[in-house]
């Protein structure tokens, strides 16, 4: 069953914001501690501990999300100084703290050749770069502002 309450008089921007249209996602057991993550649009990843071998870790694809965003968010302005075939490789490597079970710190780096530039330009074409994953990247803007993450909810299954 899902319970649902609202808090009266609650001026929060969760409450008042207006979620954007999203495909479903959803995962689904393979076996022990072991899933698959879906998108309606055919997308799959493997999901589970590092032990059961190729699939990601849940903080892994929380890393991964980071990286991809950020270069996504990215991706236009140096595409559009360095050209469309520019290569980089982003890394979020920061350790986990293990007493506490969660990543404190999560540093986007961007390994990428800006030897061609001067300084001035170097400077200008990052500065331009880190406004628009500021901007744009869902994932870090996200995280940066404490997502809120209700209680689980549990539902009994319909059908027969």
């Known amino acids: 069953m899902t319970e649902q309450t609202t808090t009266p008089g609650a001026t929060s921007t ?17 076996g022990t501690r072991t899933y698959t993550g879906f998108s309606a649009r055919g997308a799959r990843v ?5 032990e059961a071998g190729a699939v990601f870790t849940p903080g ?3 890393k991964i999300a980071l990286a991809a965003c950020a270069g996504m968010s ?12 520019y290569r980089t490789t982003i890394r ?19 390994e990428i050749d ?24 869902t ?12 209680d689980a909810q549990f539902e009994q299954p319909t059908g027969g």
Request: with cysteine; net charge negative; glycine share 4%.
């Open 14 to 30: 969760e409450d008042t914001a207006t979620p954007s249209p999203t495909d479903p996602l959803w995962v689904e057991r393979n």
């Open 46 to 50: 493997e999901i589970g501990p590092a």
């Open 60 to 62: 892994e694809l929380l």
């Open 74 to 85: 990215s991706d236009r302005a140096f595409s559009r100084r360095l050209g469309d075939d």
């Open 92 to 110: 979020v490597e920061d350790p986990k703290l293990v007493a506490e079970d969660r990543y404190p710190v999560l540093t986007e780096k961007f």
């Open 114 to 137: 800006l030897s061609m530039l001067d300084d001035a330009e170097r400077e200008k074409l990052l500065t331009i770069a880190q406004r628009a994953i500021d901007k744009a990247c």
């Open 139 to 150: 994932v870090g803007r996200t995280l940066k502002a404490g997502a809120r993450i209700p």
